[in-house]
């Protein structure tokens, strides 16, 4: 099974066993439906847990896992990724893509000039999250991922066309 992080445990809330995860995910209310799996990420196992309770306090979701109702039965979670199996993922619409689809994507310039190779997507304050380009011998550039910088996306081919201008990179 391929597993994609969904967020990390950052913290119980209360007694009860809730967790406050710092979340990836741009679908928290359907990854966290009552009796939905996710999978905890600990000590190199994935283990499968039933949500049994979702809501969100200052922009964090709070879940609840079946059969771990007592916060002395989840603190040993605390920093763990929470994942979900990669088959479980919903289709998007034409054009649109998981951050996990770039990772590993090989980057050219409209020349095919090979650039780098994508490290991930990173977050920003922002209109727009940014790609992290490993580049060999050189410190990693930022690509916007708006369409005037993204020219293709070749999943198939495990390929990004970039537009480069003077000063990205």
């Given at each position: 099974?391929a597993?994609?992080?969904i967020?990390?445990?950052?913290?119980?809330?209360?007694?009860?066993?809730?967790?406050?995860?710092?979340?990836?995910?741009?679908?928290?209310?359907?990854?966290?439906?009552k009796?939905?799996?996710?999978?905890?990420?600990?000590?190199?196992?994935?283990?499968?847990?039933?949500?049994?309770?979702?809501?969100?306090?200052?922009?964090?979701?709070?879940?609840r896992?079946?059969?771990?109702?007592?916060?002395?039965?989840?603190?040993?979670?605390?920093?763990?990724?929470?994942?979900?199996?990669?088959?479980?993922?919903?289709?998007?619409?034409?054009?649109q893509?998981?951050?996990?689809?770039?990772?590993?994507?090989?980057?050219?310039?409209?020349e095919?000039?090979?650039?780098?190779?994508?490290?991930?997507?990173?977050?920003?304050?922002?209109?727009?999250?940014?790609?992290?380009?490993?580049?060999?011998?050189?410190?990693?550039?930022?690509?916007?991922?708006?369409?005037?910088?993204?020219?293709?996306?070749?999943?198939?081919?495990?390929?990004?066309?970039?537009?480069?201008?003077?000063?990205?990179?």
């Amino acid at each position: 099974m391929a597993y994609i992080i969904i967020g990390r445990i950052i913290n119980t809330h209360g007694i009860k066993g809730d967790v406050k995860i710092l979340s990836s995910s741009d679908f928290d209310a359907e990854r966290y439906q009552k009796g939905n799996t996710v999978y905890i990420h600990f000590e190199n196992d994935y283990i499968p847990m039933e949500v049994c309770s979702y809501k969100v306090m200052k922009n964090n979701p709070i879940v609840r896992f079946k059969d771990h109702e007592n916060i002395n039965l989840i603190e040993k979670y605390k920093n763990c990724e929470v994942c979900v199996d990669k088959a479980d993922r919903k289709p998007l619409p034409e054009g649109q893509y998981y951050r996990s689809d770039f990772e590993g994507l090989a980057v050219y310039d409209e020349e095919n000039v090979l650039i780098g190779t994508v490290k991930g997507i990173e977050e920003t304050a922002g209109a727009q999250n940014n790609i992290r380009v490993k580049r060999e011998g050189k410190n990693d550039a930022l690509i916007p991922n708006i369409p005037e910088f993204v020219k293709n996306v070749d999943l198939e081919n495990k390929k990004l066309v970039i537009h480069v201008e003077e000063g990205l990179l």
